[in-house]
């Protein structure tokens, strides 16, 4: 029983995040646009509104058991498709310092969640 509600603690957490986050995409995409890699420069735009509003439904999506398996797979490939972005914050100062985070928490923390 307490496997049960942890699993769905845990879902409820995981949703917000990605709700959460998914919103943020439209609130401050500036801040998103910065850690774009240049060869992506021209539909930059584009792809944190996309980005931000396919988090947001896949989030949402998490709270639904008959959709709990879709989503996670979707989420598993959005988190493919955006690692260019983290692996491009990583290892370079120029966004990092645009959106105020140290090398060690784009390196070391960000990089592998």
Same mark, same amino acid.
């Given at each position: 029983?307490?496997i049960?509600?942890?699993n769905k603690?845990?879902?409820?957490i995981?949703?917000g995040?990605y709700i959460?986050?998914?919103?943020?995409?439209?609130?401050?995409?500036?801040w998103?646009l910065?850690i774009?890699?240049?060869?992506l420069t021209?539909?930059?735009?584009?792809l944190?509104?996309?980005?931000? $509003? +396919?988090?947001?439904?896949l989030?949402?999506?998490? !709270?639904?058991?008959?959709?709990r398996?879709?989503?996670s797979? @979707? *989420?598993?490939?959005? $988190? +493919?498709?955006?690692?260019?972005?983290?692996?491009? !914050?990583?290892?370079n100062?120029?966004?990092?310092?645009?959106? @105020? *985070?140290s090398?060690?928490?784009?390196?070391w923390?960000?990089?592998?969640?």
């Amino acid at each position: 029983m307490k496997i049960n509600i942890l699993n769905k603690i845990t879902i409820l957490i995981m949703s917000g995040f990605y709700i959460n986050v998914g919103i943020k995409h439209f609130i401050d995409p500036i801040w998103f646009l910065h850690i774009i890699p240049p060869y992506l420069t021209g539909i930059a735009l584009e792809l944190v509104y996309i980005s931000g $509003l +396919i988090e947001i439904l896949l989030g949402a999506l998490l !709270l639904f058991p008959k959709y709990r398996r879709v989503s996670s797979y @979707g *989420i598993i490939l959005l $988190l +493919i498709a955006v690692y260019p972005a983290n692996i491009y !914050l990583a290892f370079n100062e120029k966004p990092q310092e645009l959106i @105020g *985070i140290s090398s060690f928490v784009a390196s070391w923390i960000r990089l592998p969640i």
